[in-house]
């Protein structure tokens, strides 16, 4: 038998895999992490939260704790917090190695001043059972889970509905300052944001993707947009602006074949 694959598998293994890859290594890094379980999807995975956060003692070898929902909302108040997730859509396998990306680069960068001042808050695999299931795009119950944030049910959106809550929750101990909804694109050349327009409560949407296409050459700040139309208007990016107004929140295009350099396709 021979099995193609529409892009790179990423299984929730392999999620599984990186973590405890990436806590063996040796890291110097600033900042400790925590593996907090917030929701669970309709088959009973459970769906994790990686909060990342300044250790107490910098000079301590990584650490990961698993924590309950009700221990991880007692950490320190007040410092802002990031939010990544990733893999809504269990078919754009790329968003995981994006999250990856972010992740190895949150624990091994640059910018220390940043990351002493915000808590990171990772969830890398949102439809766990889609990814389980071999859905390209849809939740166990047949949903695309990125169209229903504005009413989520319980019984059919587990997954979404406790995210909200526990971002609701978060945002009142540590106010939630930029989200990043990690997808892939399916007919489109390199990565790029969808924004939302400008609003007078938060800073100016352009800023931060022109700031990422000026340090991350994959990146084109001139393929992002910042408006919604009508069929996003249940998505993530829409739904989580409207709960957090004074948040930044985006969804992030990655290209499922390649980017522009000059005149060539890599
Ligand atoms: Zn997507």
């Known amino acids: 038998m021979v099995t193609f694959a529409y892009s790179f598998p990423y299984t929730q293994l392999d999620l599984e895999r990186f973590f405890q890859r990436i806590m063996l290594k040796k ?4 900042l400790k992490i925590d593996k907090i379980k917030v929701a669970e999807t309709l088959s009973g995975f459970p769906i994790f939260v990686y909060k990342m956060a300044v ?6 070898k990584s650490v990961m704790s698993t924590q309950s929902l009700a221990e991880g909302a007692q950490q320190r108040q007040g410092a802002p917090s990031v939010v990544f997730l990733a893999r809504q859509h269990p078919g754009e396998s790329q968003g995981s190695y ?3 990306g972010i992740v190895e680069w949150l624990l091994e960068g640059e910018l220390e001043g940043w990351k002493k001042a915000f808590e990171f808050y990772v969830v890398p695999m949102v439809n766990i059972d889609g ?10 119950s047949g949903n695309d ?7 989520p049910r319980k019984d ?13 929750a978060l945002n009142k101990t540590h106010p939630i300052s930029l989200i990043v909804d990690i997808h892939g694109h399916s007919n489109s050349l ?18 931060f993707p022109y700031y990422c296409s000026r340090k991350v050459k994959q990146i084109s700040f001139a393929q992002s947009t910042f408006v919604v139309s009508e069929d996003k208007k249940a998505c ?9 107004p004074k948040a930044l929140v985006y969804t992030f295009e990655n290209s499922f074949y390649g980017w522009r350099r000059g005149k060539t396709i890599v």
């Open 236 to 244: 993530a990016r829409v739904v989580l602006s409207e709960m957090f």
């Open 145 to 151: 889970l990125n169209r229903i944030w504005r009413q």
């Open 190 to 207: 390199n990565s790029f944001f969808y924004g939302n327009p400008p609003r007078k409560e938060a800073e100016n949407p352009r800023l």
């Open 55 to 60: 250790k107490k003692h910098v000079n301590k």
């Open 156 to 168: 059919y959106h587990s997954e979404i509905y406790m995210l909200k809550k526990y971002f609701f």
């Open 131 to 140: 990814v389980y299931y071999g859905n390209y795009r849809t939740n166990l």
């Open 27 to 30: 890291m110097s890094s600033l």
């Open 98 to 100: 994006v999250a990856e």
